[in-house]
């Protein structure tokens, strides 16, 4: 172990006693508001490379300060990938300490960098010690037993990816197990019908101008398969955001490839570049603390250009892109609801909302039972009035928290093209020819049963 690492714990806990003497910071600023309508507002960095030194702490502790005191909060803090130096202990124990007396957001997103494995680099102890480092500061906030793993917030899928080995600098090493998984993920997003976020430290080979400024840092050889699988998911819009490459605001614009929209996010805790003097005569800008404050509409996602650690907003290099709710693009959908064309007996019986309690008792009743509840929460059983049997438990597994309150739709073109009539038949009446015909088609299958014996 090197004398770095050795002192390291002491030299964290020193930064954190001289930024005590910094002023002016942690104070919220304007453009921490999100606009009106906003579904999501997200402060998005990469690369905080947070190590044994004054500047990376402070820059970290000031920008997530000045993030906590954003109102309204934020919905969550993306790191995408080198979230440490070195992935050494006492490097991740500080990202913890910090993002826990920092309430900066409702949850963190650490994505894993290649720094963040160790980079095979002398004193560390190997990528598996590593990831078990950086899996303790994912699991402040996400269960999960693997480095990707994802979060719906506010309906919208947040997805990680991560490589899973310490192949040094180059390249991004993903298992066939991590490409089946987000293949998954990507089918249980289509049925929001929203956009999807995916966060991956490496951008896919020849984008963000890579293949001039640092070819060796690409995705590598799986990122024609991976960019074939998100194309296959044509009716979503997914984001893929990415870092590493240490680029400055407007070096790289927003990219597209069909239905995947691509976009770079500058370094937070180190230098970044740009290339207005040509490839080989890059310009440093040494100004940490940037990043992204992504907000979500309906129609659009915009990217406003921030500095967390000085409270300024680089209106100049906002990136705005217009998106479409991916279903509302296909003209075979059509929509089951009742509408707006009251004609039920009552207003009730038309504004109506029921429980799955309600419906438990109604779909009994239709069949003679009535039911008696015991317990609360997901302890609560339904028993038979008369018999005293168990025929309702709850599972858990069942439980859909990403279900909206509410669900409102315009049944004209059902209404047209097949001639349906949403208020023919009351929910009353519903409940029981549903539970009337299950109940007729339970007897048949078991008669039939009965018959093959």
């Given at each position: 172990?090197?004398?770095?690492?050795?002192?390291?714990?002491?030299?964290?806990?020193?930064?954190?006693?001289?930024?005590a003497?910094?002023?002016?910071?942690?104070?919220?600023?304007d453009f921490?508001?999100s606009g009106?309508?906003a579904?999501?507002?997200v402060?998005v960095?990469?690369?905080?490379?947070l190590?044994?030194?004054?500047?990376?702490?402070?820059?970290?502790?000031?920008?997530?300060?000045?993030?906590?005191?954003?109102?309204?909060?934020?919905?969550a803090?993306?790191?995408?990938?080198?979230?440490?130096?070195?992935s050494?202990?006492?490097?991740?124990?500080?990202?913890?300490?910090?993002l826990?007396?920092?309430?900066?957001?409702?949850t963190?997103i650490?994505?894993?960098?290649n720094?963040?494995?160790g980079?095979?680099?002398?004193?560390?102890?190997?990528?598996?010690?590593?990831?078990?480092?950086?899996?303790?500061?994912?699991?402040?906030y996400h269960?999960?037993k693997?480095?990707?793993?994802?979060?719906?917030?506010?309906?919208?899928y947040?997805?990680?990816?991560?490589?899973?080995?310490?192949?040094?600098?180059?390249?991004?090493?993903?298992s066939?197990?991590?490409?089946?998984w987000?293949?998954a993920?990507?089918y249980?997003?289509?049925?929001?019908?929203?956009p999807?976020?995916?966060?991956?430290?490496?951008?896919?080979?020849?984008?963000?101008?890579?293949?001039?400024i640092?070819?060796?840092?690409?995705l590598g050889?799986?990122?024609?398969?991976?960019?074939?699988l998100?194309?296959?998911h044509?009716?979503?819009?997914?984001f893929?955001?990415?870092?590493?490459?240490?680029?400055?605001?407007g070096?790289n614009?927003?990219?597209?490839?069909?239905?995947?929209?691509?976009l770079?996010?500058?370094?937070?805790?180190?230098?970044?570049?740009?290339?207005?003097?040509?490839?080989?005569?890059?310009?440093?800008?040494p100004?940490?603390?940037?990043g992204?404050?992504?907000?979500?509409y309906?129609?659009?996602?915009?990217?406003?250009?921030?500095?967390?650690?000085r409270?300024?907003?680089?209106?100049?290099?906002?990136?705005e892109?217009d998106t479409?709710?991916?279903?509302?693009?296909?003209d075979?959908?059509?929509?089951?609801?009742?509408?707006?064309?009251?004609?039920?007996p009552?207003?009730e019986?038309y504004?109506?909302?029921?429980?799955?309690r309600?419906?438990?008792?109604?779909?009994?009743?239709?069949?003679?039972?009535?039911?008696?509840?015991?317990?609360?929460g997901?302890?609560?059983?339904?028993?038979?009035?008369?018999?005293?049997?168990?025929?309702?438990?709850v599972n858990?597994?069942?439980?859909?928290p990403t279900d909206?309150?509410?669900?409102?739709?315009?049944?004209?073109?059902?209404k047209?093209v097949?001639?349906?009539?949403?208020q023919?038949?009351t929910?009353?009446?519903?409940?029981?020819?549903m539970?009337?015909?299950d109940?007729?088609?339970?007897?048949?299958?078991?008669?039939?049963?009965?018959a093959q014996q």
């Amino acid at each position: 172990m090197d004398w770095d690492n050795i002192c390291s714990h002491f030299i964290t806990s020193l930064n954190s006693a001289s930024y005590a003497f910094r002023s002016g910071v942690g104070k919220p600023c304007d453009f921490m508001k999100s606009g009106s309508g906003a579904k999501l507002k997200v402060a998005v960095i990469s690369d905080t490379h947070l190590r044994n030194d004054f500047k990376s702490t402070a820059a970290f502790q000031t920008g997530i300060k000045r993030m906590s005191c954003a109102e309204p909060a934020y919905d969550a803090l993306v790191i995408d990938g080198d979230c440490t130096n070195r992935s050494y202990e006492s490097q991740n124990k500080e990202i913890m300490r910090l993002l826990k007396k920092y309430n900066c957001a409702k949850t963190v997103i650490p994505v894993m960098g290649n720094h963040d494995t160790g980079l095979g680099t002398k004193g560390t102890d190997g990528y598996e010690a590593c990831m078990t480092r950086h899996m303790k500061v994912i699991n402040m906030y996400h269960e999960s037993k693997t480095p990707y793993f994802y979060k719906v917030i506010n309906g919208y899928y947040f997805i990680t990816l991560s490589s899973e080995s310490d192949r040094l600098e180059d390249n991004e090493d993903m298992s066939d197990e991590q490409i089946a998984w987000l293949d998954a993920r990507l089918y249980d997003a289509e049925k929001t019908g929203l956009p999807v976020f995916i966060f991956n430290h490496y951008a896919f080979n020849n984008t963000m101008q890579i293949e001039k400024i640092w070819p060796e840092g690409e995705l590598g050889e799986r990122s024609d398969e991976l960019r074939a699988l998100l194309q296959k998911h044509k009716d979503l819009k997914i984001f893929f955001i990415t870092g590493h490459i240490h680029n400055y605001f407007g070096v790289n614009k927003i990219e597209t490839d069909g239905n995947i929209i691509m976009l770079d996010v500058p370094s937070y805790g180190k230098e970044n570049f740009s290339f207005e003097n040509g490839y080989d005569k890059p310009t440093e800008h040494p100004e940490l603390g940037i990043g992204y404050q992504m907000e979500v509409y309906d129609n659009r996602v915009e990217f406003k250009a921030v500095d967390f650690n000085r409270g300024k907003w680089h209106k100049e290099f906002d990136l705005e892109i217009d998106t479409i709710e991916a279903r509302a693009l296909r003209d075979d959908i059509m929509v089951m609801c009742t509408g707006e064309d009251i004609s039920f007996p009552t207003m009730e019986d038309y504004f109506q909302q029921h429980t799955v309690r309600d419906f438990t008792e109604r779909a009994f009743k239709a069949n003679g039972i009535d039911i008696r509840w015991e317990g609360t929460g997901v302890d609560e059983k339904g028993y038979d009035k008369a018999t005293g049997k168990m025929l309702v438990c709850v599972n858990p597994e069942w439980f859909r928290p990403t279900d909206v309150d509410n669900l409102w739709g315009d049944p004209t073109k059902a209404k047209t093209v097949l001639g349906w009539n949403p208020q023919k038949t009351t929910y009353a009446e519903l409940v029981e020819i549903m539970a009337k015909h299950d109940r007729a088609r339970a007897k048949q299958e078991k008669a039939m049963k009965a018959a093959q014996q």
